[in-house]
């Protein structure tokens, strides 16, 4: 039934073309990063909290993070922010079953990686809406995340960047950091990039001093891993552009540390 949905809706998707000026920058900026830009991050055997605004965000830009922490029994939560419904545009009709289907592909991408289903959390806020929460709905948000900060008690919470130019991503850094203000705990906050290699021209939006605080986690034995999860969220890979999920196939990923 969901394999024929999903087969239903990318007909009516036409395929994204590849920007090669966005591909180029992508690549070349992920690779000094890699190569010149960063510090490497030693592995650490804290518990951690992903926090991700979209189901596939955490597989992307924390799967190997992820994996490598689950191999060594370290407790590893994630929670999903919005329902995901907007990642098919305005094909109508179908944002019911892309709820569901995002929703079964976060379940089976981090059963992949190792991650419980006790273990994830859906907030189902509507997908594009978090910058614009009215105030009650925001406080409501803050507390929620609070709530689950507290139950968990990590030691390192991953966030997508705050420049990650997408209003989601960028909301959802702020929201979460609120919401470690609130629940009194000292965390190691680190931030993943998903779209602003792709979209941010250097040193425009993400500056020099941005690029200070890079670190890079090598995730070589389970680079494979990360590789099958990815491909768990089949009804993503056809919306991206081309070459995007390239840059997070490395044997390393990349995260920006940040003030909790």
């Given at each position: 039934m969901q394999k024929t949905t999903l087969m239903k809706i990318q007909k009516l998707i036409p395929i994204n073309l590849l920007n090669p000026i966005q591909y180029i920058h992508a690549s070349l900026l992920s690779q000094w990063i890699l190569n010149w830009g960063s510090q490497p991050l030693k592995f650490s055997e804290a518990s951690a909290m992903v926090f991700s605004p979209h189901q596939d965000d955490e597989t992307l830009g924390c799967g190997g993070m992820i994996a490598r922490k689950r191999e060594q029994g370290i407790t590893v939560a994630v929670t999903f922010l919005t329902d995901g419904r907007g990642s098919h545009g305005s094909v109508p009709n179908i944002q019911d079953q892309i709820i569901q289907i995002r929703k079964q592909e976060s379940l089976k991408a981090l059963g992949i990686?190792?991650?419980?289903?006790?273990?994830i959390h859906f907030?189902?806020?509507?997908?594009?809406s978090l910058p614009d929460l009215n105030t009650s709905e925001r406080q409501q948000t803050i507390a929620h995340i609070s709530e689950?900060?507290?139950r968990y008690q990590p030691g390192e919470v991953y966030v997508p960047h705050r420049k990650d130019c997408h209003k989601d991503h960028e909301a959802t850094y702020y929201l979460v950091k609120?919401?470690?203000?609130?629940?009194?705990?000292?965390?190691?906050?680190l931030q993943y990039p998903?779209?602003?290699f792709w979209r941010a021209p250097l040193f425009i939006l993400l500056k020099l001093k941005d690029i200070r605080s890079a670190?890079?986690?090598s995730i070589t034995s389970v680079q494979e891993k990360k590789k099958i999860a990815i491909a768990a969220y089949p009804s993503q890979i056809q919306t991206l552009p081309r070459g995007?999920?390239?840059?997070?196939?490395?044997s390393e990923e990349i995260f920006f540390k940040a003030e909790s």
């Open positions: 990686l190792g991650v419980a289903s006790s273990e907030l189902d806020k509507q997908d594009g689950l900060l507290k609120e919401a470690i203000a609130e629940s009194g705990i000292q965390v190691e906050l998903i779209w602003v670190y890079r986690l995007f999920i390239k840059r997070f196939l490395h």
